[in-house]
């Protein structure tokens, strides 16, 4: 195993490619839905990286290749010099300690017949965080972290509501006191004043600790008020990269625009034209000889249905994956 640094990128992530198998039998002949198609991305200490796409593009299926909580079919992700694909079951729930995720749904990955102090004190108990005559009072403080009260240790999932339940979630990822975390639409099912609560308490995670964050939404403007950096995805492939503020300001890429296009205005009257992708949406187990977007860009050319293009510096400190841009 390669020594940790601390020096460098906390997370790259290069040529990643996770293909699921349909059809099963020697009489099936086999497709393959390419949910990451040749991911390449760098996450630096304490960053936010916000990874935005419609649904089916990839982007869930990404953040749990790179835990390794789905295996990848090819490609290298490399966790602070350390090679994640290489290690042995052993040293990769070691390295559990130091990477954490946040699922979409609390409430069907919270046990119903457990208390809360009793979820958190699982993973303190399993990974000798704290002495066991310790792990209640751990638990309450984990939960003053993120804004509860010390007795919800003595609650049931099913008596909190969606953020509460939410927030435990969070919790549940910081008490072993983790160095990155993989955040999956978490405030996707909340309600708008709900999910300005919970950004708020992973921007605090950040600014407080310094924890870097690969934080997965289909909704762009919920990932622009946190991320650093926004990577944009469509089926299984990186669009456009760039720095927050200038993706926000300028989008590069025709779908990038389009997404930003479906945002609702800022204030009544405002002017902004909407763009509405026609054609097919390709099917999920299509081999695309050329660029995946092809078949819905309102700027597609004829080279762009043959010709895959490369995710190229663009000006601006934008990478864009498009011929003609």
Known sequence: MNAPTTDGPLLEVSGLQTYFRLGKGWRVKPEWVRAVDG??????????????????SGKTTLGRSVLRLVQPTAGSVTFDGIDLLSLPKPAMRAMRRRMQ?????????L???????????????????VPEPQILDTAARLLNRVGLEDYFVYRYPHEMSGGQR????????????PEFLVADEPV???????????????????????????FITHDIGVVARIADRIMVMYRGRVMEEAPTESLVRNPVHPYTRALFSALPKGRPGEPRERI???????????????????????QAQQ???????????????????????
Do not use: W
């Open 303 to 325: 080279e762009c249905s043959v010709k895959v293009p490369k995710l190229e510096e663009k000006p601006g400190g934008h990478r864009a994956a498009c011929l003609f841009v």
């Open 39 to 56: 991911v390449d991305l760098t996450l630096a200490r304490g960053e936010v990286l916000g990874v935005v796409g419609e649904s089916g």
């Open 166 to 177: 939410q927030r435990i979630m969070i919790a549940r990822a910081l008490s072993l006191g």
């Open 111 to 129: 046990s119903p017949r457990m208390q809360i102090g009793q979820i958190l004190g699982e993973a303190l108990r399993l990974h000798q965080i």
């Open 276 to 298: 509405r992708l026609k054609g097919e949406l390709p099917s999920a187990t299509a081999e695309l000889p050329g660029c995946p977007f092809a078949s819905r860009c309102p």
């Open 188 to 214: 996707s099912a909340l309600d708008v004043s709900v999910q300005a609560q919970i950004l708020n308490v992973l921007r605090s995670l950040k600014e407080r600790l310094g924890i870097a964050m690969l």
């Open 101 to 109: 995720i946040v699922f979409q749904d609390p409430y069907s990955t």
